[in-house]
Every structure is written in C-alpha cells, then in structure tokens.
C-alpha cells in the first residue's frame, strides 16, 4: 500500500510569489489533514477534510492559505502571497473514518521563503 | 485549550540503557493519544495509539502508559538501541478523526 506522498518535497520561494502544496492520501482515507511546523514550535493543525468538504479549518492562519480537495482525492494546498513567516514544514496526514484509525503522515513539505 | 508539553526536550544515553519520555496535556478530557517517531527530514511515524479507555499499549519494546485523570503519559523503549535515535512527539486527539494537539517532542540520541 502506497503511503501518504506529499510534493514537493522541498520549496524555495521569494516574499510574495504562490506555491501549491499538494498532498495525496491514502486510497480509501476519506479524512485528510494539513499541519505544519514553523521553526522552533510544535506541529500545528491548519485542516481537517471529510472527503471533499472542511470539516475543521480552524487553524488556518489567515485568507492567504487556500485548501482544497477536489472530488476527495487529493488535496492542494496554496499560500498566495507567501510572507517569510510561512517558512516551515507542511506535513499532511490521512486516516480512515473510524474511532481507532491511526494517522499517517506524509514526509512533508519544507517551504522556505525568502 | 489544549497544551501538550513533553519534558525533556532532548535525552542523551547510552545504548542498552531503557529510555523514559514524558508527556503531559492540560485537558483530561481526550479520545486518544498517540505516540510518533520522526527522523530527520522525513515524516511521522506512528508508533503507538492509546484509546482514552486504555492504560497501556504494547509494541515489541516499546510501552506508552496513559494516566488520563492526570494528564499524563509515558512512553518506554526498553534496551535502547542507536537505531532509536529519533525525535519522538506525543499527540491528543479530542474526539475520532479529529484534529491532532501535538507536544514540542524528545529529541533521543542512544549512543553506541
């Protein structure tokens, strides 16, 4: 079973510029997640999909993070105008809709911006 | 809200010594907590799950304990081996598929 594959593995961007994050999840893992780690801090939730709906998009830190996840497959996640704050790793994670499905993690993404 | 720390930040031993990591959170109130492995430059791994109606899981040798009226959990790794060598991060989730609350991690050398 292929596991949770997250590209690309690392992004070097300037101050203002897009990058899309893409995330593809298990087969059959209909919740998916976006987190991320900033320098020095702990990995913090951004949001949380059931299929192709936000179920939970509470940490999202601001209107410049757009998530999607079309037709519940894989999912992008886009960061327009990217700031030198939004440096960090973006991890995604899938599960299976069930009380005691476990999370796997992706490698993540290592965004740096400049 | 929930607060997940774990204490200490960074653990160095020599190989063959058991470790102990601690994790604490500040709401009792949890669904599960789960305990991952990650090494540098790649994702998470997990390593163990505890259903809040649990008090321990078993994996080979390792053993996570869950005190949930004290907000606590302890993951043990007997007869440490340099392999072990990792950061291990504990997370509380608040209900199923929910959204995982993360500890800042122990980052473990084992020294051959």
């Known amino acids: 079973e292929a596991g949770v594959t997250q590209f690309p593995s690392h992004s070097v961007i300037e101050k203002g510029q897009t990058v899309t994050l893409r995330c593809d999840p298990i087969?059959?893992?209909?919740?998916l997640y976006w987190y991320r780690r900033v320098m020095g801090k702990e990995i913090k939730f951004l949001l949380h999909?059931?299929?192709?709906?936000?179920?939970?998009e509470s940490g999202m830190p601001n209107n410049r993070f757009l998530a999607e996840r079309t037709g519940g497959t894989y999912s992008t996640l886009k960061v327009q105008p990217a700031e030198l704050e939004d440096s960090g790793v973006y991890f995604c994670?899938?599960?299976?809709?069930?009380?005691?499905?476990?999370?796997?993690f992706g490698s993540g993404t290592r965004l740096t911006v400049v | 809200k929930q607060e997940v720390t774990q204490i200490p930040a960074a653990l160095s031993v020599p190989e063959g010594e058991n470790l102990v990591l601690n994790c604490s959170f500040t709401?009792?109130?949890?669904?599960?907590l789960q305990w991952f492995r990650q090494d540098p430059g790649k994702g998470l791994t997990s390593l163990l799950l505890?259903?809040?109606?649990?008090r321990e899981q078993t994996s080979g040798r390792l053993n996570a304990s869950l005190d949930k009226s004290s907000g606590r959990s302890t993951l043990y790794i007997a007869a440490s081996q340099p392999g072990d060598s990792a950061t291990y991060l504990c997370?509380?989730?608040?209900?199923?598929?929910?959204?995982?609350?993360f500890g800042g991690g122990t980052r473990v050398l084992v020294k051959p």
């Open positions: 997370a509380v989730g608040k209900a199923a598929g929910n959204k995982l609350t």
């Open positions: 087969s059959g893992h209909d919740n």
């Open positions: 999909f059931v299929k192709e709906s936000k179920q939970d």
């Open positions: 994670a899938s599960s299976q809709v069930g009380d005691r499905a476990l999370y796997t």
């Open positions: 505890i259903q809040s109606s649990q």
């Open positions: 709401d009792s109130a949890i669904y599960n």
